[in-house]
């Protein structure tokens, strides 16, 4: 039986990925000891008694999903960029070389193509903001230990996501909020374009993860869907709630160091033979019916079943 420990853990991402390997898979899985925190998603899973704190225990895989997340926070207070995205994953390299794993799995992103059009895993990287450029340094830190100390460190960059307990300002759950209010929602542009993306189930990203591990480490993976606007995404979600009538305005964003269209198309993941188990109309139902209800209700849903 194999041993995981997923840093980030009581995040979004990382929360996707413990309920991923409790279904899925029979390992035992590990996450890191944080101080508690109000919305501490490992709270609302089953565990199953196969999720334990770490205590120096073997581990035979990582997945690095811990870090900063928001390009925004980070543009901000770059020193917590530097903090959150470089040196903790310095940490997290450290003890991959020290318990001689088989696998790392660093979480990056996109963002670090850093340019319109599209951008495949051996495009070039021009970092735009300090979100993109620690995650480029964490990268070239997992190249680094991989080729200096033999750790096998993969490299996936994820787009947008959304799914069960993503946080409650991300876009498409401030979508369903807007359409169950009758409100207005905004869609901001860039050059008078609304602004597009690879919109992606954060459990589809879970099962490309379980998929990568799987291969042969040292490749870097998009792990994105297909591309659509922010509008489609709108028209997704309305008619998953079988909302007709949609109200929204065009706002030119103008944030320094902040990306536009992002297109990084995952054509070397499907090559190898991944496909998704659900279609993305199914992702977004699923998305809806968990959200939906709760602020009906007042509050965030806490009824967490597995991912499809």
Same mark, same amino acid.
């Given at each position: 039986?194999?041993?995981?420990?997923?840093?980030? *853990?009581r995040? +979004? &991402?990382?929360?996707?990925? &413990?309920?991923?390997f $409790?279904?899925?898979?029979?390992?035992?899985?590990?996450?890191t000891?944080?101080?508690?925190k109000?919305d501490?998603?490992?709270?609302k899973?089953?565990?199953?008694?196969?999720? =334990? @704190?770490?205590?120096?225990?073997?581990?035979? $895989?990582?997945?690095?999903? *811990?870090?900063?997340?928001?390009? !925004?926070?980070c543009? /901000?207070?770059?020193?917590s960029?530097?903090?959150?995205?470089?040196?903790?994953?310095f940490?997290?390299?450290?003890?991959?070389r020290?318990?001689?794993?088989? =696998?790392?799995i660093?979480f990056s992103?996109?963002?670090?193509?850093?340019?319109?059009?599209?951008c495949?895993e051996?495009?070039?990287?021009?970092?735009k903001n %300090?979100?993109?450029?620690?995650?480029c340094?964490?990268?070239? %830190?997992?190249?680094?230990y991989?080729?200096s100390?033999?750790v096998?460190?993969?490299?996936?960059?994820?787009n947008?996501? +959304?799914?069960?307990?993503?946080?409650?300002?991300?876009?498409?759950v401030?979508?369903?909020?807007k359409? !169950?209010?009758?409100?207005?929602?905004? !869609? =901001?542009?860039?050059?008078g374009?609304?602004?597009?993306?690879?919109?992606?189930?954060? =459990?589809?990203?879970?099962? %490309? &993860?379980? #998929?990568i591990?799987?291969?042969?480490?040292?490749c870097v993976?998009?792990t994105?869907?297909?591309?659509?606007?922010?509008?489609?995404?709108?028209?997704?979600i309305?008619?998953?709630?079988?909302?007709q009538? @949609?109200?929204?305005r065009v $706002? /030119?964003?103008?944030?320094p160091?902040? %990306?536009?269209?992002?297109d *990084?198309?995952?054509?070397f993941i499907?090559?190898?033979?991944? &496909?998704?188990?659900y279609?993305?109309?199914?992702?977004?139902?699923?998305?809806v019916?968990? #959200?939906?209800?709760? +602020?009906?209700?007042?509050?965030?849903?806490?009824?967490?079943?597995s991912?499809?």
């Open positions: 039986m194999k041993t995981v420990l997923i840093t980030g *853990a995040g +979004f &991402v990382g929360s996707a990925l &413990v309920q991923y $409790i279904e899925y898979t029979d390992y035992t899985i590990y996450y000891k944080r101080p508690p109000d501490d998603r490992l709270n899973i089953d565990l199953k008694d196969r999720v =334990h @704190v770490w205590e120096q225990q073997g581990i035979d $895989i990582i997945l690095h999903a *811990a870090g900063n997340a928001s390009s !925004l926070k543009i /901000e207070d770059p020193e960029a530097i903090r959150d995205n470089i040196l903790e994953t940490k997290v390299l450290e003890i991959a020290k318990h001689d794993i088989e =696998h790392l660093y992103s996109v963002e670090v193509y850093g340019k319109n059009g599209t495949l051996e495009s070039s990287r021009e970092s %300090m979100y993109a450029a620690t995650k340094a964490g990268e070239e %830190m997992c190249r680094a991989h080729s100390y033999g096998p460190c993969s490299i996936v960059r994820v947008n996501t +959304f799914g069960k307990m993503c946080q409650e300002e991300r876009f498409p401030l979508v369903i909020k359409l !169950l209010n009758k409100e207005p929602i905004f !869609l =901001h542009s860039i050059n374009e609304i602004v597009g993306r690879r919109w992606l189930s954060i =459990h589809d990203v879970a099962d %490309m &993860v379980y #998929f591990l799987n291969q042969p480490p040292g993976y998009n994105t869907g297909d591309y659509i606007t922010n509008l489609n995404l709108v028209n997704y309305s008619k998953a709630m079988n909302i009538n @949609v109200s929204y $706002i /030119e964003e103008n944030i160091g902040r %990306m536009g269209n992002q *990084a198309p995952p054509d499907r090559s190898l033979g991944w &496909v998704p188990k279609t993305f109309e199914e992702r977004i139902q699923e998305f019916d968990y #959200f939906q209800p709760s +602020f009906f209700l007042g509050g965030t849903g806490t009824n967490i079943s991912s499809k």
